[in-house]
């Protein structure tokens, strides 16, 4: 079908004569300059705008540069409009999408700082809300840089916590694994020669001194008690984190009531991996609670059946105060009502060293400890003779009985919160942990390590969820719900039409004669099935359609009275399309071309693109071809592909 060109104005366009002046500079030059983009509407319906904030004020050699900008703007769109197979028409076509496809872009060129830059300026002037935009992820070669972590100390930081804290994991299953297992290993309960090298004997004496509250070995003052001790002293009891050794194994009563009790160390590979996945700092994972809501549904899910796999973390923002100069009459009003700035990013509810499972898991971990500070609590309270040592604990085990961070030591019970804001953690072994990581020894080296491992290997996905994770003004909010209405409205109409759609896909005795009576049954009148026929209106995806030069509302836009239809998207459920036999190679070939689009982008933001409509819309149409003919071609056609790609680096 012949495609009408992008570059061809609509009748409500403004077309400004050239004598069109803005002061300051040669506006004749730039407004034939600009003129070239008509292939680029996003430029071409903007180019007042662009005119006013590109060129005002320049002359000779600085408007030639802003020439060569403006050209690589386009030229990057361009390339994404050939890449997605659409068209940026307007700010209503630009979702995250865009800014992802343009960081991947200037990535391959000098200065991407500076080239990234410029799209944020476009962006702007063009009326896209900052919130749409991630922020520039390229450093400038001007600005002074701070040490950071490479990509290879990156992945070897979040390794090693990983492995530490799977430790920890290991040794909680373990505790639950023998919980209704062993008995009293003591002689005087029945206890048999050899009862106190079994693990799970000794785990049932520890089950009992945790029901007694005993915290450590000054908490057993009887002889009964030193019995206990003494069966405990030279065995092995749970793997402990040790800052400057790693997992360690350790013997005597504490190392066994470390199984139900962690300890300070324990803990740090589990908020390190917290810093480093949220990029988070210290305190704002010291200061949360098991009673906080931390998480809520992930607000992007296009599918409400989808796959729910993906939740917003929510955690408090707890930093010192602002200089006086700084705090607005918004930032004072927070400060004066201690309502904490909130901090929202996404996190996927698989992986157990993502942050909703980690947080899952540590609540689970410190759970006994809370049953115990709990305890001692209602002991206390029960208590009418309290000393001022009972008041003192009674007081320090409210403040912390919901602290997520939790932790036994020789001290006592503590809590992160406490200590980060009494000591900046500094008593936490945080410093030979991070060294044994191979990094130097500061917490913000977590925050720039998660940047580094993740945006590197995320391919650019992670600039996406920050964006997303940033939406809460109304403007942004409501181009997203506009661009999502538009897609499930796109899949809501493929699922009415694509019945009639599939004209004999599954047929193995096709034949003109008998199309044209499927079309004729479907109530078409001669012209439509004269169209279906005529090889001439087959469309980019390969299918017919029954009115190409009368697309239906919602599919018609930019088409001209008379002319053939513009955007040609039938794959998103327009009622016009007929998918042949014939069709089936372009439909395999756009749904591999669409899942190349979106290992790029990620399954987040996918999640919100066309992209991942169009592709659930290919897979509904090609089911209904016989699945072996599909994966037979599929296979073909994607080594075709291959060895295209491949040519095209050889050529490069």
């Known amino acids: 079908m012949p495609k009408t060109a992008a570059s061809e104005p609509r009748a409500n366009d403004v077309i400004e004569p050239l004598h069109h002046q803005?002061?300051?500079?040669?506006?004749?030059?730039?407004?034939?300059?600009?003129?070239k983009y008509q292939d680029v509407p996003l430029l071409h319906r903007n180019r007042s705008q662009i005119r006013k904030?590109?060129?005002?004020?320049?002359?000779?050699?600085?408007l030639n540069t802003v020439f060569g900008r403006v050209a690589f703007l386009a030229a990057a769109l361009r390339?994404?409009?050939?890449?997605?197979?659409?068209?940026?028409?307007?700010?209503?076509?630009?979702?995250?999408?865009?800014?992802?496809?343009f960081m991947?872009?200037?990535?391959?060129?000098?200065?991407p700082q500076r080239r990234y830059k410029d799209f944020e300026r476009l962006a702007g002037c063009i009326g896209i809300p900052p919130n749409v935009v991630p922020e520039n992820p390229f450093m400038s070669k001007k600005a002074a840089v701070r040490s950071a972590p490479t990509e290879e100390q990156s992945r070897k930081a979040i390794n090693i916590a990983k492995a530490d804290a799977w430790e920890v994991i290991k040794r909680y299953n373990l505790v639950q694994e023998l919980k209704d297992r062993g008995h009293d290993p003591r002689r005087e309960y029945g206890g048999k020669f050899g009862d106190w090298q079994k693990l799970e004997n000794r785990m049932f004496m520890c089950r009992k001194l945790v029901k007694q509250g005993v915290l450590a070995n000054e908490d057993l003052k009887t002889p009964e008690g030193w019995a206990i001790v003494g069966g405990l002293r030279d065995k092995l009891g749970a793997v402990a984190i040790d800052p400057k050794l790693g997992p360690v194994h350790a013997v005597g009563l504490l190392a066994h009531l470390q199984f139900f009790y962690p300890s300070p160390h324990d803990l740090l590979p589990f908020v390190f991996i917290l810093m480093m996945r949220g990029m988070l700092n210290f305190g704002a994972?010291?200061?949360t609670k098991v009673t906080d809501e931390w998480f809520e549904p992930y607000p992007y899910v296009l599918e409400p059946n989808g796959d729910d796999r993906l939740v917003m973390i929510v955690l408090n923002k707890h930093r010192g105060v602002p200089a006086p100069a700084k705090i607005t009459a918004g930032v004072a009003e927070k400060l004066a009502t201690g309502i904490p700035k909130l901090i929202r990013f996404p996190s996927d509810v698989r992986p157990w060293s993502h942050p909703f499972r980690v947080i899952e898991f540590l609540i689970k971990l410190t759970q006994p400890l809370r049953d115990e500070i709990n305890r001692r609590i209602r002991v206390h309270r029960s208590n009418q003779g309290r000393t001022k040592d009972?008041?003192?604990?009674?007081?320090?085990?409210?403040?912390?009985?919901d602290d997520l961070l939790i932790y036994r030591s020789k001290l006592g019970i503590g809590s992160y919160r406490n200590l980060v804001r009494t000591t900046n953690g500094?008593?936490?072994?945080?410093?030979?942990?991070?060294?044994?990581?191979?990094l130097s020894g500061q917490l913000r080296e977590l925050r720039d390590a998660g940047l580094t491992f993740s945006f590197k290997s995320s391919t650019w996905n992670l600039s996406i969820l920050q964006m997303l994770a940033r939406h809460g003004d109304r403007d942004t909010a409501n181009i997203y719900a506009r661009r999502r209405q538009s897609i499930e409205a796109a899949r809501s109409a493929m699922k009415h039409v694509s019945a009639q759609a599939m004209v004999l896909a599954r047929s193995e005795n096709f034949s003109v004669a008998r199309l044209r009576k499927v079309l004729t049954d479907q109530g078409l009148n001669p012209q439509k099935v004269a169209n279906v026929l005529d090889k001439a209106n087959r469309t980019r995806f390969g299918n017919a359609c029954i009115d190409p030069k009368n697309p239906p509302p919602g599919f018609d836009r930019r088409t001209r009275p008379a002319e053939f239809c513009h955007l040609q998207n039938c794959i998103d459920g327009c009622p016009h399309a007929?998918?042949?036999?014939?069709?089936?190679?372009?439909?395999?070939?756009?749904?591999?071309?669409?899942?190349?689009?979106?290992?790029?982008?990620?399954?987040?933001?996918?999640?919100?693109?066309?992209?991942?409509?169009?592709l659930s819309n290919l897979n509904d149409l090609l089911a209904r071809f016989p699945s072996r003919v599909v994966a037979r071609l599929q296979a073909k056609i994607a080594k075709e592909m291959q060895r295209s790609h491949e040519g095209a680096d050889l050529n490069a």
């Open 578 to 614: 007929r998918f042949l036999p014939e069709s089936l190679p372009h439909l395999i070939r756009e749904r591999l071309r669409v899942q190349q689009q979106l290992d790029y982008a990620g399954a987040v933001a996918g999640a919100t693109s066309i992209l991942f409509a169009r």
């Open 53 to 62: 904030n590109f060129f005002k004020g320049k002359q000779g050699t600085s």
């Open 104 to 111: 991947r872009y200037c990535s391959q060129f000098a200065d």
């Open 426 to 438: 500094n008593t936490l072994g945080v410093t030979d942990t991070l060294k044994r990581y191979g």
């Open 285 to 287: 994972v010291a200061e």
């Open 79 to 101: 390339a994404y409009q050939k890449e997605f197979g659409v068209s940026l028409s307007s700010t209503e076509d630009f979702d995250h999408t865009v800014p992802l496809y």
């Open 390 to 401: 009972d008041d003192a604990e009674l007081e320090h085990l409210s403040s912390i009985k």
């Open 22 to 35: 803005i002061e300051g500079f040669n506006s004749e030059r730039v407004f034939k300059e600009v003129e």
